[in-house]
């Protein structure tokens, strides 16, 4: 009897140490490892070199995290698939969204943007004598834009007063190959967005653009999920904010944007 109450004992001793061993494996040890914040950006803008996603903003993102102890892990998404990963919680985070009311019921903007936006107006080379950024040579054309894209009431008042067709388009490579094959006559656009579009295809025509001075410039935030477990669990918006708000005064967002060939926000001024 006293034999098997010893091993009885071992038994479930054995079994504890099993359970706590996992347990302990599960967990990050403190110190030893960063929890890893999943952050999805618009695909139609990825870059990839060395097998890394490179530009401003990723950049932007891992600085950020990195400054409150985050790791970051980057996914490329077409915007439909971004927005509702946000929404249900599957992302934590979204980098280079412009602000929408809609978007506000399932995450956080947080207060400061990380880049704007300026828009151009690209036409195929073979029609650069019918049209240029003067509102009087968009009458009557078709424009295309991308869907959701707001460049603010006066270019909606030029293209009424000029009776502008205008048309909106999921994505940036649909833009493209639309002016491509004549089906615009023109497009307006975020200048590095549409021009990395065209670097992906192979198209027949080559593009000239021209600055709008009537259009807004527009600012990109990074967006936290409200149904995220780890954003809920680490007051990931709150700690995010307060990083950002550190990398601006300090100006290592202006720093990060020089070392791309780019300005923060002058880029626009026209």
């Not at 990839?48 to 993102?61: F, H, N, R, T, W």
Request: with cysteine.
């Amino acid at each position: 009897m006293e034999k098997y109450n010893r091993l009885f004992t071992y038994s479930v001793l054995a079994i504890v140490s099993v359970i706590f061993s996992n347990t302990l494996q599960s967990e990050p040890i403190a110190g030893t490892k960063k929890q890893i914040v999943n952050v999805g950006f618009m695909s139609s803008i990825k870059r990839v070199d060395e097998g890394k996603y490179v530009g401003a903003l990723p950049d932007i993102m891992r600085a950020t995290a990195s400054e409150v102890n985050f790791d970051v892990k980057l996914q490329p998404m077409p915007i439909k698939r971004l927005l509702k990963s946000l929404e249900v919680g599957r992302l934590d985070a979204v980098i280079g969204l412009f602000k929408r009311q809609e978007r506000e019921v399932y995450a956080d903007y947080l207060a400061l943007p990380i880049g704007w936006v300026c828009a151009n107006l690209f036409v195929p080379v073979t029609k650069n004598q019918q049209i240029s950024g003067l509102p009087a040579s968009f009458s009557p054309k078709r424009i295309g834009m991308l869907r959701g894209a707001n460049w603010g009431q006066r270019l909606t008042d030029v293209f009424t007063e000029h009776q502008v067709s205008k048309t909106d388009v999921a994505s940036y490579s649909v833009l493209a190959k639309m002016l491509d094959k004549g089906r615009f006559d023109a497009v307006v656009a975020s200048t590095d967005a549409f021009q990395s579009a065209v670097n992906k295809l192979d198209l027949k025509h080559q593009f000239i653009n021209f600055p709008l001075s009537n259009t807004n410039s527009l600012a990109m935030y990074i967006l936290v999920s409200k149904h995220s477990k780890l954003a809920q669990q680490t007051q990931l918006a709150v700690k995010l904010s307060q990083s950002l708000d550190t990398l601006t005064n300090n100006d290592t967002i202006r720093q990060i944007y020089r070392r791309h060939n780019k300005t923060f926000d002058e880029h626009c001024i026209k």
